[in-house]
């Protein structure tokens, strides 16, 4: 043990600490199913499982530290209110704990919160509960709760960075051990601000030293990786809040310490390979997962990789998709898989010009599935965007040739280039 401050603090959370919280949240959490998946299982040669908190009360495992840090509350800090702010599922923990235990609560969400993540946080909550919009992003509905507490003495419940709401979120892996029957070889955690994998970590690396622990973080978020290097919390200069549930900027002081003391494991993961795996999800195992929901699963055969008949278990850990973001999952996902291109076209003002794209540039099995034809009066061309999609990514080769070829000008839109956003 170090001598900072941060790492006196995460003292606090332990396994009895955990185990408390077990017998608190009795009851009150639900008892998630723990399930083989048989796609992940042959993929990867191991026996590999899923933890259902996805099943939990407001769809995420978030309510367990949001019930345990506020049961614990003496008679006038409960009579003085909670407050928090949330992207979603945060406040949804926080809504029903409110409830179940009669305390005033308003959660502070920003604008960009889907109406459905707000209006399950009301649900929930009942006439214990307020919630407040306001601004553009998650920092700024957190600044306002801050100032909420301050100003009325209300008990900020912290998403991740408390060490009762660690301590809640590691009840997670007492149940999923009791369930399997003995301690897995392997145990894959999403991460986002580190209250899951700090809880689960801490208590597993007491109980069953020995099992692997891999934390897995969306690539444009890696927030933990960044301060495991830096020693500290650092913040994120730059943040891809795709992965919304683990899109966090700086973890927190109680949680990076503790990862570092369980030597838990970290990778990332693109986005589009996240969007995929979702797919996967749905299509082949009928599960509807949020994107941090699938992070876990995302990394197996993805770089994470397990032997054969090893017993991995990887925590599904929220199941809050929005259904009209799957238009920006399928195409995340297409481009991510080599199945999607787009070009830039220049067409000459004349008869046949499209003729000659459509014979000489695609292929039997290519589709286009964008075309956005831009023409200024008087020009003796104009440019289209186009969308190509292909069957196979091994045909890309043939398509470039065959645009090199064409006798018109055609540049592509490289996936990284900063254009690329605006079609996304």
């Given at each position: 043990?170090?001598?900072?401050?941060?790492?006196?603090?995460?003292?606090?959370?332990?396994?009895?600490?955990?185990?408390?919280?077990?017998?608190?949240?009795?009851?009150?959490?639900?008892?998630?199913?723990?399930?083989?998946?048989?796609?992940?299982?042959?993929?990867?040669?191991?026996?590999?499982?899923?933890?259902?908190?996805?099943?939990?009360?407001?769809?995420?495992?978030?309510?367990?530290?949001?019930?345990?840090?506020?049961?614990?509350?003496?008679?006038?800090?409960?009579?003085?209110?909670?407050?928090?702010?949330?992207a979603g599922n945060h406040g949804q923990g926080l809504a029903y704990s409110c409830h179940i235990l009669g305390v005033q609560g308003k959660v502070y969400v920003p604008r960009t919160t889907p109406r459905q993540k707000r209006d399950r946080i009301a649900a929930l909550g009942g006439k214990q509960i307020q919630v407040i919009v306001t601004g553009d992003t998650y920092d700024d509905a957190a600044a306002a709760a801050l100032a909420e507490g301050q100003a009325t003495g209300a008990t900020m419940v912290p998403a991740f960075d408390d060490p009762r709401t660690v301590a809640g979120q590691g009840t997670v892996a007492v149940e999923l051990i009791d369930q399997l029957g003995q301690a897995?070889?392997?145990?894959?955690?999403?991460?986002?601000?580190?209250?899951?994998?700090?809880?689960?970590?801490?208590?597993?690396?007491?109980?069953?030293?020995?099992?692997?622990?891999?934390?897995?973080?969306?690539?444009?978020?890696?927030?933990?990786?960044?301060?495991?290097?830096?020693?500290?919390?650092?913040?994120?200069?730059?943040?891809?809040?795709?992965?919304?549930?683990?899109?966090?900027?700086?973890?927190?002081?109680?949680?990076?310490?503790?990862?570092?003391?369980?030597?838990?494991?970290?990778?990332?993961?693109?986005?589009?390979?996240?969007?995929?795996?979702?797919?996967?999800?749905?299509?082949?195992?009928?599960?509807?997962?949020?994107?941090?929901?699938?992070?876990?699963?995302?990394?197996?055969?993805?770089?994470?990789?397990?032997?054969?008949?090893?017993?991995?278990?990887?925590?599904?850990?929220?199941?809050?998709?929005?259904?009209?973001?799957?238009?920006?999952?399928?195409?995340?996902?297409?481009?991510?898989?080599?199945?999607?291109?787009?070009?830039?076209?220049?067409?000459?003002?004349?008869?046949?010009?499209?003729?000659?794209?459509?014979?000489?540039?695609?292929?039997?099995?290519?589709?286009?599935?964008?075309?956005?034809?831009?023409?200024?009066?008087?020009?003796?061309?104009?440019?289209?965007?186009?969308?190509?999609?292909?069957?196979?990514?091994?045909?890309?080769?043939?398509?470039?040739?065959?645009?090199?070829?064409?006798?018109?000008?055609?540049?592509?839109?490289?996936?990284?280039?900063?254009?690329?956003?605006?079609?996304?």
């Amino acid at each position: 043990m170090h001598g900072s401050s941060s790492v006196a603090r995460s003292s606090t959370v332990d396994a009895a600490a955990i185990e408390a919280a077990v017998d608190r949240l009795d009851g009150v959490a639900v008892r998630t199913p723990l399930q083989r998946n048989l796609r992940l299982s042959e993929r990867t040669g191991a026996q590999v499982w899923l933890k259902r908190e996805d099943l939990q009360i407001g769809r995420s495992y978030k309510l367990r530290g949001a019930y345990n840090l506020i049961a614990q509350l003496d008679d006038s800090a409960k009579a003085a209110g909670v407050v928090c702010a949330s992207a979603g599922n945060h406040g949804q923990g926080l809504a029903y704990s409110c409830h179940i235990l009669g305390v005033q609560g308003k959660v502070y969400v920003p604008r960009t919160t889907p109406r459905q993540k707000r209006d399950r946080i009301a649900a929930l909550g009942g006439k214990q509960i307020q919630v407040i919009v306001t601004g553009d992003t998650y920092d700024d509905a957190a600044a306002a709760a801050l100032a909420e507490g301050q100003a009325t003495g209300a008990t900020m419940v912290p998403a991740f960075d408390d060490p009762r709401t660690v301590a809640g979120q590691g009840t997670v892996a007492v149940e999923l051990i009791d369930q399997l029957g003995q301690a897995p070889d392997v145990l894959v955690v999403p991460v986002g601000g580190g209250g899951l994998v700090a809880g689960v970590a801490t208590w597993i690396a007491e109980r069953h030293p020995g099992v692997r622990i891999v934390g897995v973080e969306p690539g444009g978020a890696a927030s933990m990786a960044a301060a495991l290097e830096a020693g500290e919390p650092v913040r994120l200069p730059h943040l891809d809040s795709f992965v919304d549930g683990a899109a966090v900027r700086q973890v927190g002081a109680v949680t990076l310490p503790l990862v570092q003391q369980a030597g838990v494991e970290l990778m990332s993961v693109p986005e589009g390979l996240v969007c995929s795996e979702m797919l996967e999800l749905y299509q082949t195992d009928g599960l509807i997962a949020e994107p941090a929901g699938a992070l876990s699963t995302s990394a197996l055969g993805n770089g994470l990789d397990v032997r054969p008949g090893e017993t991995v278990v990887c925590l599904l850990s929220g199941g809050n998709n929005d259904v009209s973001r799957y238009g920006e999952i399928l195409e995340r996902s297409l481009v991510y898989e080599g199945l999607k291109h787009y070009f830039l076209v220049t067409f000459p003002q004349e008869p046949g010009a499209l003729r000659t794209f459509l014979d000489g540039a695609l292929g039997p099995d290519d589709d286009i599935a964008l075309f956005e034809y831009v023409k200024r009066n008087n020009r003796e061309t104009g440019v289209a965007l186009v969308g190509i999609e292909i069957s196979n990514r091994d045909d890309l080769p043939g398509l470039l040739a065959r645009m090199e070829a064409a006798p018109l000008d055609i540049e592509r839109i490289n996936p990284n280039s900063p254009e690329f956003r605006y079609l996304i």
